[in-house]
T-cell receptor, first 113, second 113 residues
């Protein structure tokens, strides 16, 4: 069975700091990878996704993620965070022909103004 | 577009009571699912469906029933509520392929006393 690990459970940053959230998965075959964001009091929405091609994918609001197959990783980055980026971030993986994603436990990001 | 609609948004139950969380989507998605979200546990899959008349269990199915009589609707039933079922519940839908992102409802916050 596939699994997803998000190593940072809570991250606190000041505005303009750089962000990197880790995501590692355990599945050796072809994978589709996603990052979802949940703003306070809201539902989850897609931030970005990777299916194939350029391993560096860009999403909404200046976020990007890099797929490194050899490291089974799909880390999320943003060069300069804003207070409005305060949210919970979830990594998700689809692998093995399944279209049912497996989610990580999430990372809570707090950005101080 | 309405997207994924969940009702009710909030519900308080007493132990042993039953209730149904409603979920409807208007995007003609084949795949629908229910998750529960608990602090530090991320999203855990309860039940899912890949089409009308087809349902299957996820990671935490005990205490919950589902049915899928139409493409649009996927209700979640709690037969005899327990305090351990206090949680936020999300319904999600997607096309049944590996490129599909999940579209989430706004969530239902359930408290069982």
């Amino acid at each position: 069975a596939q699994s997803v690990s998000q190593h940072n459970h809570h991250v606190i940053l000041s505005e303009a700091a750089s962000l990197e959230l880790g995501c590692n998965y355990s599945y050796g075959g072809t994978v589709n990878l996603f990052w979802y964001v949940q703003y306070p009091g809201q539902h989850l929405q897609l931030l970005l996704k990777y299916f194939s091609g350029d391993p560096l994918v860009k999403g909404i609001k200046g976020f990007e993620a890099e797929f490194i197959k050899s490291k089974f990783s799909f880390n999320l980055r943003k060069p300069s965070v804003q207070w409005s980026d305060t949210a919970e971030y979830f990594c998700a993986v689809m692998g093995g022909g399944s279209y049912i994603p497996t989610f990580g436990r999430g990372t809570s990001l707090i950005v101080h103004p | 577009n309405a997207g994924v609609t969940q009702t009710p948004k909030f519900q308080v139950l007493k132990t042993g009571q039953s209730m149904t969380l409603q979920c409807a989507q208007d995007m003609n998605h084949e795949y629908m699912s229910w998750y529960r979200q608990d602090p530090g546990m991320g999203l855990r899959l309860i039940h899912y469906s890949v089409g009308a008349g087809i349902t299957d269990q996820g990671e935490v199915p005990n205490g919950y029933n589902v049915s899928r009589s139409t493409t649009e609707d996927f209700p979640l039933r709690l037969l005899s509520a327990a305090p351990s079922q206090t949680s936020v519940y999300f319904c999600a839908s997607s096309y049944a392929d590996r490129t599909g992102e999940l579209f989430f409802g706004e969530g239902s916050r359930l408290t069982v006393l």
